[in-house]
């Protein structure tokens, strides 16, 4: 369970807060104007990568007010907490964080405990 | 040889008594089982897991993997480790995994046939044919395999505790204290935490230390918890035990509260400790690991540092002359205690060569005339049920020395499954063979044999050096020790075999059975990867997850696979380091205290009228009402529905969510967030409304009012009132802060009823004399405030049934009253109250649908022949341009149809499958067509037959259309007619009469 520090709150166990899933993914002003992909791709594709990701969350047992955070998907660290009218943080001011808790590489997952 | 009592204060001299399988036996106060058991000279405990062998006490703590035992005097609590469960008088502890008892086990030719029950045995064998494995094999084997047996009539009154800290200390053993004394008056919050009742750890366990800054253990041990107990920032937690180490220093530890003690049944009798903390120092210390020899498992064989902690740590000496065997130089210790005590071993055995082994061993066995085997070997032990001869090689010579006792030492390993949890790397340490905790990934920091340093001496600039980081104290250290300072150990996994026979063992895990012979096996057949071979084995899987044995396999495997140790690497550590009760996770949260329970302001008016009740979310509505004993659901059901439609029913639907939505953008907010156009709606005029998601989907449906453009009032079904609100939040906070709309709950601020019937219009009027219930004065979708006694009332016309029907909104401080006050009015027109699934039978008979019952998730309006209720105007709503994608448009999507029996005496269930075949073949071989599914199934009082709703591919073209569908229990299916769904008054006659 991680802490999570709301914008508005504090920081906060991880208990009160629903994840909202990937961050800064607009609705379309005109959805009539939109291909079938377009808009296929709007409502069905999200990114999942490992490692920075940009997704947003909502204090829903405290505040219930959404907002943005950057996290680290394989070290689960918070980055960053922002408002949902506040910028979108750059992607270089996370590039030189922690990758990951036992070095492994970049793609897939398993047990890296043991120090080579 | 029996066992013989040694002075110890850590005992209390207080006798009591305990019963073991039936037996009575002496205690002292302060013993766990083990040590009582050992006291009565009690070897033979239980019976393994797979092949029922006998099986003794093999540890001192919680690294136990053998002797695990049920307590019938606590709820029969299952698979309790002996070695850590402290006894009180009047016990009752039994065996398990035996029968009929612990000498004489039935199960036990599972050893004889143990050939057969090899590595990946149940994967191989239990293979075919169909059905054989739920029928005959699992129930087989879990009644043959397995350890105790579940509690019963258990009621857990655990409780959850929370802590803020800046510091966890894990451990009160030497590093632990030492650290603790750093903390002492500092501006920093302590918690230090203890497994034992005692601190002192080694100190308290083993010989080790003569004295430390001039006091003997002991009174160190005192000196020191006296001063830390009086400085205010240090709390201490005794019989606690850490067992998870998540991320952001989030730990859990789970406190015995009834440690020694009867359990008080009003009285938690454990607490779950959830701690979040700035930094964590591990100081739990470490384990000693066995070897693996030929019977390692008999009863008698037991670990040396544990035969240690007995004499020391619970005063019982469980054998005078046992034989030694060690591969490192800590057993000097054991030794030195046994002769302190007049005792004398029967050999030591040492696998070291005779010059790396300390002079000090050299001269006390040479001094004491004690066998010695230096560069030699354990071969094995025999004897029935009982460690009798113990088989010594050393080069090609072998001796044979009887002894019921043989204390094992294969090393130290640092105990690192609390730093692997928390992300931290481990390091293998070649000086000790062992892994080591070498980089952190949070705030952590390791002391002491758990850092992998055991030395005595080296242990104060450790623990300053570690803790220069936070300001503390500095502690000075003068240690004296029994033992030489240098730790020296030589490579000993599993020691070779004279000679070979089927039913003597080499275990590597002795919880899970498995044997040296099944890793081999196992990378034999291609599992050479660690995890992989974990699972095939089942190796260090069982409750104590192997921490005895689990290096010791590593070590084994790496060698087959002629690889380093670190190349082949750990298996992954996961919380819980040690079995955590379910009770404790649950906490208060059980029985009536899991889930609150929400109830309307008629609630007790529904008790005395004989409801039976629903859960509806967390809602309890009515499901019916019982109007005589034996009255069934069916016959009430049918009998509600039936006077409704003659007469007229109420309905409590105080349950339905209901929202608030204010502000000037109000307007614009409701037509973007339902289906519906609300733009030329007229104020005080309510409207049928869909909510989609942004896939097309409904998500829930609900009555809009509109009281003006800037307020509008929506309602939602009962269990997705959070959710529907949640979301409406969702998009104003993040797709459209512009406009300005506020949403508010306002569902407990209303008590709704819903009376419906031909009947309801005269009853209304009596009960609202001054109203104008009229068709002209009062149409179908209008609503009206009203002021009602000392209060105001909101009254709306509409219908769940397809009658007449009003919707009353009062306050429900009032709410009972004016219930009652219908009841009393409405006594003489056959006024009902009906529940749930009446309301259910007669919206079916309306083809009105329910959300979560035709709809689920994958169905739109479209589908529901619901397109009058879709703003087509609208330039955008939440999922209106996906209801022209490719899939929403396809012509072969479920679509609702009403089903009609065609032998009106058939019954069509809900959930049966609609198919073109009258019969379905008695063994189905090739998939059958399917079309679709019932979802709704009701017989209609009101039609005399039995109904349904259906989602049937392209199902609005099939009107008319002849179908089958399938029947519980049998190969015949039920010949229907593809109907219109509206069963009652297609035309809306009684609706709008």
């Known amino acids: ?116 | 040889m029996s066992a013989i009592n040694n002075n110890c204060e850590y005992i209390s001299k207080k006798q009591i008594k305990i019963t073991f399988d039936g037996k009575t036996y002496q205690a002292y106060e302060g013993d766990t089982i083990a040590s009582a058991l050992l006291r009565n000279n009690i070897r033979l405990v239980g019976r393994s897991f797979k092949y029922h062998r006998p099986r003794g006490i093999y540890t001192c703590g919680i690294e136990e993997p053998n002797a695990l035992v049920q307590i019938i005097s606590e709820h029969n609590e299952p698979n309790t480790r002996a070695t850590i469960k402290r006894v009180y008088d009047g016990m009752e502890i039994t065996s398990q995994n035996r029968w009929p008892s612990l000498r004489y086990d039935f199960g036990a030719i599972n050893n004889i046939l143990s050939p057969i029950f090899s590595a990946g045995f149940y994967y191989k064998t239990f293979m075919g044919p169909k059905g054989f494995w739920k029928n005959i094999y699992e129930p087989l084997i879990r009644r043959s395999a397995g350890l105790g047996k579940p509690p019963k009539n258990f009621r857990s009154k655990s409780t959850h505790q929370y802590h803020n800290t800046d510091v966890v200390i894990i451990g009160g053993g030497l590093s632990g204290l030492v650290a603790a004394k750093k903390f002492i008056n500092t501006k920093y919050k302590v918690l230090l935490i203890e497994q034992d009742s005692y601190l002192g750890g080694i100190l308290k366990n083993s010989n080790k230390v003569k004295t430390i800054n001039g006091l003997i253990p002991q009174e160190w041990i005192s000196e020191t918890e006296e001063q830390i107990f009086n400085s205010k920032n240090i709390t201490i937690l005794k019989n606690t035990l850490v067992t998870t180490y998540n991320f952001t220093n989030h730990l859990i530890a789970l406190e015995d509260k009834c440690a020694g003690k009867k359990i008080d049944l009003n009285k938690p009798e454990l607490t779950l400790h959830k701690i979040r903390t700035s930094n964590t120092i591990i100081a739990n210390g470490h384990i000693e690991r066995f070897i693996s020899f030929r019977n390692n498992d008999l009863p008698g064989v037991m670990l040396a540092s544990s035969f240690e902690k007995y004499i020391h740590r619970y005063g019982v000496v469980p054998e005078k002359e046992p034989v030694i065997f060690t591969n490192n130089s800590s057993s000097l210790s054991l030794l030195k205690t046994l002769i302190s005590l007049g005792c004398k071993p029967k050999a030591y055995v040492d696998s070291r060569k005779k010059d790396n082994i300390e002079t000090e061993i050299k001269k006390i066995l040479k001094e004491k005339d004690i066998l010695f085997f230096s560069d030699a070997e354990i071969e094995g032990c025999d004897g029935n049920k009982k460690v009798e001869t113990i088989t010594i090689r050393q080069g090609k010579t072998f001796s044979k020395i009887k002894s019921p006792m043989l204390c094992v030492s294969g090393g130290y390993n640092p105990d690192i499954h609390l730093f692997t949890q928390s992300k931290g790397l481990v390091k293998w340490d070649k000086n000790i063979l062992s892994f080591k905790p070498d980089t952190p990934f949070q705030k952590t920091i390791t002391l002491g044999s758990t850092s992998g340093n055991y030395n005595f001496k080296k242990l104060c600039d450790e623990i300053n050096e570690k803790l220069s980081i936070l300001k503390t104290k500095k502690v000075l250290l003068d240690i004296n020790l029994n033992v030489p300072n240098k730790f020296s150990i030589k490579e000993l996994w599993e020691t070779k075999k004279k000679r070979i026979s089927r039913w003597s063992k080499s275990f590597i895990d002795l919880h899970n059975d498995v044997t040296t012979k099944d890793l081999r096996q196992a990378i034999t057949e291609g599992f050479d990867r660690i995890e992989h071979l974990k699972r095939y084995t089942t190796n260090s899987m069982g409750t104590d997850q192997g921490k005895i044995s689990s290096i010791n396999s590593l070590a084994i495997v790496s060698k087959m696979l002629k690889k380093e140790i670190s190349e082949v690497g750990t298996t992954t550590y996961r919380p819980p380091y040690a079995p955590l009760s379910f009770a404790a996770i649950a906490g208060r949260s059980t029985y009536e205290f899991y889930d609150p329970e929400r109830k309307t302001s008629i609630h007790s008016w529904h008790l005395k009228n004989n409801a039976i009740f629903e859960d509806v979310g967390q809602w309890k509505r009515p499901w019916y009402f019982k109007t005589y004993e034996n009255e069934t659901m069916h016959q009430a059901v049918q009998r509600e529905s039936k006077m409704l439609r003659e007469n007229a029913g109420i309905l409590d639907g105080s349950t339905l969510g209901k929202i608030e939505i204010k502000g000037r953008d109000a307007l614009e907010f409701v037509n973007l967030m339902y289906t519906n156009a609300f733009s030329k709606m007229k104020p005080m005029t309510s409207r049928y409304a869909m909510m989609l998601g942004e896939d097309g989907m409904i998500k829930d449906d609900g009555i809009i009012c509109k009281i003006s453009d800037q307020h509008f009032i929506a309602t939602t079904t009962s269990s997705g009132a959070p959710k529907v609100l949640a979301d409406m939040e969702e998009y104003l906070q993040t797709e459209w802060p512009h406009l300005q709309v506020y949403l508010n709950s306002i569902t407990e601020q209303f008590s709704t009823f819903n009376i419906s019937g031909p009947k309801t219009r005269e009853i209304m009027m009596k009960v609202f004399p001054d109203i104008d219930f009229s068709n002209d004065a009062f149409p179908f979708m209008t609503f009206k405030n009203f002021d009602y006694k000392e209060t105001k009332i909101r009254i709306m016309r509409a219908s769940f049934t397809g009658e007449l029907g009003y919707e009353i909104y009062i306050t429900p401080k009032f709410g009972l009253d004016l219930w009652e006050e219908i009841f009393s009015c409405g006594k003489e027109f056959n006024l009902i109250p009906y529940g749930t699934e009446t309301m259910h039978l007669l919206r079916a008979e309306k083809g009105y649908i329910v959300i979560g019952q035709e709809t689920d998730g994958t169905v739109t309006p479209i589908d529901l022949n619901y397109n009058w209720m879709i703003g087509k105007n609208k330039k955008d709503f939440i999922g209106k341009r996906s209801l022209s994608r490719p899939d929403t448009s396809r012509e072969d999507r479920k679509q609702l149809v009403g089903l009609s029996p065609i032998n009106k005496k058939d019954i069509i269930e809900e959930g049966q499958h609609i198919v073109e075949l009258n019969e379905l073949p008695k063994k189905i071989t090739n998939p059958i067509k399917y079309l679709g599914h019932v979802s709704s199934g009701y017989h209609s009082p009101n039609l005399n037959h039995s109904i349904g709703l259906a989602m049937i591919r392209g199902g609005k073209n099939l009107l008319g259309q002849k179908f089958f569908v399938t029947a519980t229990g049998k190969t015949k299916n039920i010949p229907v007619e593809i109907v219109n769904p509206v069963f009652i008054d297609p035309e809306n006659k009684r609706l709008t009469s």
Request: aromatic letters at 12%; glycine letters at 8%.
């Open chain 1, 1 to 116: 369970m991680i802490l999570i520090k709301c914008p508005y709150c504090g920081e906060r166990d991880q208990s009160e807060f629903t994840s909202g899933g990937e961050a800064h993914v607009v609705r379309p002003k005109n959805p009539d104007s939109l291909s079938d992909k377009d808009w296929g791709e709007y409502v069905f594709y999200r990114n999942n990568p490992k490692g920075i990701f940009y997704e947003r969350w909502v204090h829903s047992h405290g505040c219930k007010k959404w907002f943005n955070a950057v996290r680290n998907t394989s070290t689960d660290q918070i980055l960053k907490v922002y408002k949902v009218n506040e910028k979108r943080p750059d992607f270089s001011d996370f590039e030189n964080t922690l990758k990951s808790p036992s070095g492994e590489p970049s793609v897939g997952s398993g047990n890296f405990a043991v120090k080579k």
